[in-house]
């Protein structure tokens, strides 16, 4: 009896571990301006953006290509959208010259609001849509 609930344990943990991998995937966006996400000023630059919503909780790694500097950040709403026409993007809302990442399109059809700083009253802001490339679904 020991040794199945051994085997049972490891399966469990495998089946975990393959749900996690299977929710990941990564995109590739060149951003043209720094931005601010989860507190931190990010410069300009290509980023990897890797995506994992495996267990139903999306969690997002941003990953600036030329310096390595990372950032991770946890998104606070998600939005369902057609599978088949959400193309994979970075949309920054900016005020002045400065400009914060709002929400991130996956590629997998949804998409997910990310925290900003607050902004002045009365400051005028724009959005800024970056499109990504898919780099990899698993």
């Not at 997002?60 to 369902?80: V, W």
Request: overall charge positive; glycine content about 8%.
């Amino acid at each position: 009896m020991k040794n199945l609930t051994t085997k049972m344990m490891i399966a469990a943990a495998a089946l975990v571990v393959a749900a996690g991998v299977a929710g990941a995937q990564t995109i590739k966006a060149e951003v043209p301006f720094g931005f601010r996400v989860a507190g931190t000023v990010m410069p300009a630059g290509s980023y990897r953006v890797n995506a994992n919503t495996s267990a139903g909780v999306a969690l997002f790694t941003l990953t600036n290509e030329d310096t390595h500097h990372s950032i991770m950040t946890l998104p606070y709403a998600h939005n369902i959208q057609n599978k088949g026409e959400t193309a994979a993007s970075l949309t920054f809302e900016c005020s002045g010259s400065t400009c914060a990442l709002v929400s991130l399109a996956p590629g997998s059809g949804d998409s997910y609001k990310i925290w900003k700083p607050k902004m002045e009253k009365g400051e005028d802001s724009r959005l800024a849509v970056i499109r990504a490339v898919l780099v990899n679904a698993r």
